[in-house]
């Protein structure tokens, strides 16, 4: 596979940029011969996508659409925190593990997204802060 092709760049851009991940331990790479993660890029590789995944899978939550969460998954994935991207996977663990298919609040919160109306208030099944 062509990755200039593929990634809609020029084929200098590629190959300086495989030369700098070169130089980072993160590819083999020889020209023309194909490239490689080396351990340590699979590493890489792999903290990225996980942090992907758990950013994206917030945002679901948050009722982003779909095409927007996976945008937006991408620039945020670099930026955060590592304590940050702990506490996302927590709070994301603590939503599908709680009773009943997830907390109560979290259909509210649907709801809300949806009509802007305060469901629960309404239906008094909870309380004004």
Same mark, same amino acid.
Request: hydrophobic residues 35%; aromatic residues 10%.
């Given at each position: 596979?062509d990755?200039?092709?593929?990634?809609?760049?020029?084929?200098?851009?590629?190959? =300086?940029?495989? $030369? @700098?991940?070169?130089?980072?331990?993160?590819?083999?790479?020889?020209?023309?011969?194909?490239?490689? +993660?080396? &351990?340590?890029?699979?590493?890489?590789?792999?903290?990225?996508?996980?942090?992907?995944?758990?950013?994206?899978?917030?945002?679901?939550?948050?009722?982003?659409?779909? =095409?927007?969460? $996976? @945008?937006?998954?991408?620039?945020?994935?670099?930026?955060?925190?590592?304590l940050?991207?702990?506490? +996302?996977? &927590?709070?994301?663990?603590f939503?599908?593990?709680?009773?009943?298919?997830?907390?109560?609040?979290?259909?509210?919160?649907?709801?809300?997204?949806?009509?802007?109306?305060?469901?629960?208030?309404?239906?008094?099944?909870?309380?004004?802060?």
């Amino acid at each position: 596979m062509d990755l200039a092709e593929y990634l809609n760049v020029k084929p200098a851009s590629v190959t =300086e940029m495989l $030369q @700098k991940l070169r130089a980072k331990g993160l590819v083999y790479y020889k020209k023309y011969e194909g490239v490689y +993660l080396t &351990k340590e890029g699979k590493n890489l590789a792999h903290a990225v996508r996980e942090r992907h995944e758990t950013i994206r899978e917030l945002l679901k939550y948050l009722q982003v659409p779909v =095409e927007i969460a $996976q @945008k937006d998954a991408c620039i945020m994935e670099h930026n955060l925190n590592p304590l940050t991207i702990i506490q +996302l996977k &927590k709070f994301i663990e603590f939503i599908k593990k709680c009773p009943k298919q997830g907390p109560l609040w979290l259909d509210h919160f649907k709801t809300y997204s949806k009509t802007g109306k305060f469901e629960c208030i309404e239906k008094g099944e909870c309380e004004k802060i």
